[in-house]
Protein backbone atom coordinates (compact mmCIF):
# COMPACT_ATOMS: atom_id res chain seq x y z
CA UNK A 1 0.00 0.00 0.00
CA UNK A 2 1.27 3.50 -0.79
CA UNK A 3 2.09 5.64 2.33
CA UNK A 4 -0.17 8.44 2.57
CA UNK A 5 1.29 12.12 3.33
CA UNK A 6 -0.78 14.24 6.05
CA UNK A 7 -0.87 17.60 6.21
CA UNK A 8 1.02 18.31 9.24
CA UNK A 9 3.73 16.94 7.33
CA UNK A 10 4.31 20.06 5.03
CA UNK A 11 6.71 22.92 5.87
CA UNK A 12 7.72 26.12 4.95
CA UNK A 13 10.96 28.17 5.24
CA UNK A 14 11.71 32.04 5.02
CA UNK A 15 14.80 33.67 3.70
CA UNK A 16 15.25 37.55 4.45
CA UNK A 17 17.37 37.78 1.10
CA UNK A 18 15.82 37.57 -1.74
CA UNK A 19 17.48 35.49 -4.58
CA UNK A 20 18.55 32.47 -2.59
CA UNK A 21 16.70 29.58 -1.07
CA UNK A 22 14.94 29.97 1.85
CA UNK A 23 16.17 27.70 4.74
CA UNK A 24 14.85 29.32 8.28
CA UNK A 25 11.99 27.39 9.09
CA UNK A 26 8.49 29.52 9.56
CA UNK A 27 7.37 28.77 13.40
CA UNK A 28 4.33 28.41 14.96
CA UNK A 29 1.94 27.78 11.38
CA UNK A 30 -1.18 26.24 11.40
CA UNK A 31 -3.12 26.04 8.58
CA UNK A 32 -1.40 26.37 4.74
CA UNK A 33 -2.96 25.88 1.34
CA UNK A 34 -1.73 26.21 -2.20
CA UNK A 35 -3.56 27.91 -5.54
CA UNK A 36 -2.01 27.22 -8.73
CA UNK A 37 -4.25 28.84 -11.63
CA UNK A 38 -3.83 29.40 -14.95
CA UNK A 39 -5.28 33.02 -17.21
CA UNK A 40 -6.40 31.39 -21.25
CA UNK A 41 -6.10 33.40 -24.30
CA UNK A 42 -8.69 32.00 -26.68
CA UNK A 43 -7.47 30.24 -29.96
CA UNK A 44 -10.73 29.58 -31.66
CA UNK A 45 -10.29 29.62 -35.56
CA UNK A 46 -12.60 28.83 -38.54
CA UNK A 47 -12.17 24.83 -39.75
CA UNK A 48 -13.73 23.79 -42.85
CA UNK A 49 -14.20 19.87 -43.95
CA UNK A 50 -12.28 18.38 -46.38
CA UNK A 51 -14.74 19.45 -49.45
CA UNK A 52 -14.44 23.17 -48.24
CA UNK A 53 -17.69 22.93 -46.43
CA UNK A 54 -17.53 25.43 -42.75
CA UNK A 55 -17.52 23.22 -39.80
CA UNK A 56 -18.94 24.57 -36.66
CA UNK A 57 -15.85 26.10 -34.65
CA UNK A 58 -14.71 24.13 -31.70
CA UNK A 59 -13.97 26.57 -28.75
CA UNK A 60 -10.49 25.80 -27.73
CA UNK A 61 -7.68 27.97 -25.17
CA UNK A 62 -4.22 28.18 -24.66
CA UNK A 63 -2.58 29.39 -21.41
CA UNK A 64 -1.49 32.00 -21.46
CA UNK A 65 -0.24 32.83 -17.26
CA UNK A 66 -0.15 30.57 -14.66
CA UNK A 67 -0.62 31.94 -11.15
CA UNK A 68 0.19 30.87 -7.79
CA UNK A 69 -0.39 31.75 -4.44
CA UNK A 70 0.51 30.46 -1.18
CA UNK A 71 -1.58 31.00 2.01
CA UNK A 72 -0.97 30.37 5.54
CA UNK A 73 -1.85 30.93 9.08
CA UNK A 74 0.33 31.66 12.31
CA UNK A 75 -0.32 32.33 16.05
CA UNK A 76 0.52 35.83 16.37
CA UNK A 77 3.82 35.49 18.91
CA UNK A 78 5.26 38.89 19.98
CA UNK A 79 8.92 38.96 20.11
CA UNK A 80 9.53 35.90 17.27
CA UNK A 81 12.32 37.23 15.05
CA UNK A 82 10.58 35.15 11.84
CA UNK A 83 7.58 36.22 12.26
CA UNK A 84 8.12 39.85 12.80
CA UNK A 85 10.45 39.95 9.77
CA UNK A 86 7.23 38.85 7.70
CA UNK A 87 5.39 41.28 9.19
CA UNK A 88 7.87 44.11 8.30
CA UNK A 89 7.84 42.72 4.93
CA UNK A 90 4.48 42.78 4.40
CA UNK A 91 3.90 46.19 5.90
CA UNK A 92 6.53 47.45 3.85
CA UNK A 93 6.20 45.46 0.28
CA UNK A 94 9.31 44.02 0.29
CA UNK A 95 9.88 40.27 -1.31
CA UNK A 96 11.51 37.44 1.15
CA UNK A 97 12.61 34.36 -0.28
CA UNK A 98 10.31 30.86 0.34
CA UNK A 99 10.74 27.59 0.44
CA UNK A 100 7.56 25.02 1.00
CA UNK A 101 7.84 21.09 0.84
CA UNK A 102 5.18 18.96 1.13
CA UNK A 103 6.59 16.85 3.46
CA UNK A 104 10.47 17.29 5.43
CA UNK A 105 12.28 15.25 1.93
CA UNK A 106 9.66 16.47 -0.35
CA UNK A 107 8.71 18.71 -3.15
CA UNK A 108 6.95 22.14 -3.21
CA UNK A 109 8.13 26.05 -4.18
CA UNK A 110 11.45 27.77 -4.26
CA UNK A 111 10.70 31.40 -5.10
CA UNK A 112 11.15 35.21 -3.54
CA UNK A 113 7.59 36.09 -2.93
CA UNK A 114 5.19 39.20 -1.70
CA UNK A 115 2.92 38.98 1.45
CA UNK A 116 0.27 40.52 2.51
CA UNK A 117 -1.41 39.41 6.00
CA UNK A 118 -4.83 39.97 7.67
CA UNK A 119 -4.62 39.98 11.94
CA UNK A 120 -7.15 37.35 13.64
CA UNK A 121 -8.49 38.78 16.96
CA UNK A 122 -11.06 36.05 18.05
CA UNK A 123 -13.24 37.06 20.55
CA UNK A 124 -12.67 33.35 22.71
CA UNK A 125 -9.04 32.50 20.67
CA UNK A 126 -5.48 33.14 20.39
CA UNK A 127 -4.59 35.40 17.85
CA UNK A 128 -3.62 34.59 14.54
CA UNK A 129 -1.70 35.58 11.67
CA UNK A 130 -3.20 34.87 7.95
CA UNK A 131 -0.34 35.90 5.27
CA UNK A 132 -0.78 35.14 1.50
CA UNK A 133 2.03 35.07 -0.27
CA UNK A 134 2.48 35.89 -4.39
CA UNK A 135 5.31 35.30 -6.42
CA UNK A 136 7.77 38.33 -7.38
CA UNK A 137 11.03 38.65 -9.82
CA UNK A 138 12.57 41.19 -7.61
CA UNK A 139 15.24 38.87 -6.51
CA UNK A 140 16.21 38.23 -9.49
CA UNK A 141 14.66 34.81 -10.23
CA UNK A 142 12.13 32.75 -12.08
CA UNK A 143 9.87 31.13 -9.84
CA UNK A 144 9.85 26.97 -9.60
CA UNK A 145 7.48 24.99 -8.74
CA UNK A 146 7.49 21.25 -7.26
CA UNK A 147 11.35 21.16 -6.76
Known sequence: MAEQ???WE???FYGGTPGVE??????ETRDMSETFDTDKGNTTVREVDGGGNPLRPVETES???LKYQFDFQTLNVPGNAVIAALLAA??????????SKDYAAGKGVDCDMILSHKLGLSLRGEQTLDFTAKPTRDGG???R???
Open 5 to 7: KQG
Open 10 to 12: GRI
Open 141 to 143: RRP
Open 22 to 27: ATTPIP
Open 63 to 65: VTV
Open 145 to 147: FYV
Open 90 to 99: SYTGSAIAFR
